[in-house]
C-alpha cells in the first residue's frame, strides 16, 4: 500500500451497487481525507476524518478510519455513473504542512 | 461557491527555457501549495507557502523551483531551466487556517505542463 496506497487500483462495478476502496498510510496523522478526480480535472474535497473519529458520514459516502492499523476505508452506496473518477486518500501527518497522496482507485460505474 | 484558479490550463515550453504557472487561490485562505502529477502516478508535494515564505517543501523541489506571491492574491511556481521530466499536471491548492489543520485544502484545475 501507498503512503497512502490504495487498493484497488481499480474498480468495476454496476450502477446502484456500493463501491469500496481501500487506503493504508505510513506515519500518524492529523487527519485523513478523501478527494475525487475527473479525468483531466483537479482534485474535489469529499470528505475529512479526524484522528479520533471512527466514522464519518457524508450523502452516500461513508468514511471508516482505523488508527491502530494505519488504514481508512470510502464507502460509496448507491452508486451512479458520474461517481466515475479516480479517488484518493491524503494524510496530513502531525507537523508537517503538506498532505500525502496515495495511488489512487479508478473507479468505474457501469450504467 | 469560492474556488482557485490556475493559468493556463495547458503550457507548452521548450526544455531549458523557464515557465511560470499562476494561482490565485481563495481570498481568506493562508496558507498555498504546489503540487504535481506525472501521467497516470500519484500526486506529489512539492511546497508549502504561508506568510510569506516558505514552510516545507520536498526533494522534489529543487533550486530550478521557485514560488512567489507577488501581490497579495496570485501565487506563482516558477520552473527556471525546465526538464523534459517536469512535465506533469501542476495543481496549487489553498487552505484556510482553521484550528488544528482541519481545514482541507481546496485544489485548483491544474496546468498541465509539457516540455519539448
Known amino acids: 500500500s501507498q503512503q497512502g496506497e490504495e487498493d484497488p487500483q481499480a474498480l468495476s462495478i454496476q450502477e446502484g451497487e456500493n463501491a469500496t476502496m481501500n487506503c493504508s498510510y505510513k506515519?500518524?496523522?492529523?487527519?485523513l481525507q478523501w478527494y475525487r478526480q475527473n479525468s483531466g480535472r483537479g482534485l474535489v474535497h469529499l470528505i475529512l476524518?479526524?484522528?479520533?473519529?471512527r466514522e464519518k458520514h457524508s450523502g452516500r459516502l461513508r468514511v471508516t478510519l482505523d488508527t491502530s492499523k494505519k488504514s481508512s476505508s470510502l464507502l460509496i452506496t448507491a452508486s451512479r455513473a458520474a461517481d466515475t473518477a479516480s479517488y484518493f486518500c491524503?494524510?496530513?501527518?502531525?507537523?508537517?504542512?503538506?498532505?500525502?497522496f496515495g495511488t489512487g482507485t479508478r473507479l468505474k460505474v457501469l450504467a | 461557491e469560492p474556488e482557485v484558479t490556475q493559468t493556463p490550463s495547458h503550457q507548452v515550453t521548450q526544455m531549458g527555457q523557464e515557465v511560470i504557472l499562476r494561482c490565485v487561490p481563495i481570498?481568506?485562505?493562508?496558507?498555498f501549495y504546489w503540487y504535481r502529477q506525472i501521467l497516470g502516478q500519484k500526486v506529489e508535494f512539492l511546497v508549502s507557502?504561508?506568510?510569506?515564505?516558505?514552510?516545507?517543501k520536498s526533494e522534489i523541489f529543487d533550486d530550478q523551483f521557485s514560488v512567489e506571491r507577488p501581490d497579495g492574491s496570485n501565487f506563482t511556481l516558477k520552473i527556471r531551466s525546465t526538464k523534459l521530466e517536469d512535465s506533469a499536471m501542476y495543481f496549487c491548492?489553498?487552505?484556510?487556517?482553521?484550528?488544528?489543520?482541519?481545514?482541507?485544502?481546496?485544489f485548483g484545475d491544474g496546468t498541465r505542463l509539457s516540455i519539448l
Open positions: 506515519t500518524s496523522i492529523n487527519n
Open positions: 491524503a494524510s496530513d501527518p502531525p507537523g508537517t504542512y503538506k498532505y500525502i
Open positions: 481570498s481568506n485562505h493562508l496558507y
Open positions: 507557502f504561508y506568510n510569506n515564505e516558505i514552510s516545507e
Open positions: 491548492a489553498s487552505r484556510f487556517p482553521g484550528q488544528g489543520g482541519l481545514e482541507p485544502q481546496h
Open positions: 476524518i479526524r484522528s479520533n473519529e
